[in-house]
Nanobody, 123 residues
């Protein structure tokens, strides 16, 4: 059974930082593309960042480019999202997703999802 478990969310002031982690089990982690997505109240889930199996290919949403950094540790079955210079508009539930073939920013193309972790940025 595949499980993705996110952690690291919380409440932070604007300009602050948080580091999210997602630990995977039940799959061969090193063969999966991993992505981070977020969903704010009343909005659809949107792409944040994704990286390839080796971590060489990385994509970011324009809204987070230069502020967020995605990384992975295949030995620990973990993908992380370092979030700096946070803004109130970054407030959302953050989800990690896993996909086997072809890096993509499309939400519907990811096969497995975690339960999400809440990030709240106060102004």
């Amino acid at each position: 059974q595949v499980q993705l478990v996110e952690s690291g969310g919380g409440l932070v002031q604007a300009g602050g930082s948080l580091r999210l982690s997602c630990v995977a089990s039940g799959l061969r982690f090193s063969t999966y593309i991993m992505g981070w997505f977020r969903q704010a109240p009343g909005k659809e889930r949107e792409f944040v960042a994704a990286l390839s199996q080796s971590g060489v290919s990385i994509y970011y949403a324009d809204s987070v480019k230069g502020r967020f950094t995605i990384s992975r540790d295949n030995a620990k079955n973990m993908v992380s999202l370092q979030m700096d210079s946070l803004k109130p508009e970054d407030t959302a539930v953050y989800y990690c997703g896993a996909r086997l073939n072809g890096i993509t920013t499309m939400v519907g193309q990811y096969e497995y999802w975690g339960q999400g972790t809440q990030v709240t940025v106060s102004s």
